[in-house]
């Protein structure tokens, strides 16, 4: 999964879109608020850079949550994988052979019970886990879902990465710049 690439590094605006298409190793990186207006210059550049964008569909700014947004993202920009907790957007990836990652947040109970049923429905090709910090639940997400797991949110060290990736997360998301490179 993403060539072996542990680290994603997550960009917010454009000077670290910058940053990532000169100075990060790897070629996947993960788009997370973005206006609709810079969708088509970002893919373009990331494709003269080698890179592969995975882009959080539900923080583009300018779109609605629907089926049309959906249809745009995945048949005019093409990314390599889009991020989302909406079960259309994701199932619209999947259809168009984009890997669709289904980000949960672990609130409480009841919000993993809801994504557990939503990742039935949906059948992700990669689970997201918010908050990334908690190797415990790491670990019993993948093996309640048999889905591969990426750790994000509050990832603000070294040792979280480690601990991330030790508890069975195949990469981790930071937007933290001094991390890209570890």
């Keep these: 999964m993403f060539n072996g690439q542990r680290i994603l590094p997550a960009v917010n605006n454009m000077k670290d879109f910058e940053r990532v298409m000169k100075e990060a190793e790897g070629h996947y990186f993960v788009v997370l608020d973005v206006h609709l207006s810079l969708l088509a210059k970002m893919k373009k550049l990331s494709k003269e850079a080698g890179k592969k964008m995975l882009l959080h569909a539900d923080l583009v700014q300018g779109l609605k949550s629907d089926r049309y947004a959906a249809e745009f993202i995945c048949q005019t920009i093409r990314p390599a994988g889009v991020i989302s907790t909406r079960a259309n957007m994701l199932k619209t990836a999947k259809k168009n052979n984009i890997l669709a990652i289904q980000r949960i947040f672990l609130l409480d109970t009841m919000a993993l019970k809801t994504s557990y049923q939503q990742v039935e429905e949906v059948k992700p090709n990669i689970l997201e886990v918010l908050p990334g910090v908690i190797p415990d639940y790491i670990k019993k997400v993948r093996e309640e879902t048999g889905i591969e797991v990426i750790a994000g949110g509050l990832i ?21 710049t001094d991390l890209w490179q570890h």
């Design 156 to 176: 603000t060290t070294v040792e979280d990465i480690q601990t991330a990736l030790d508890a069975g997360a195949q990469a981790v998301t930071t937007s933290r």
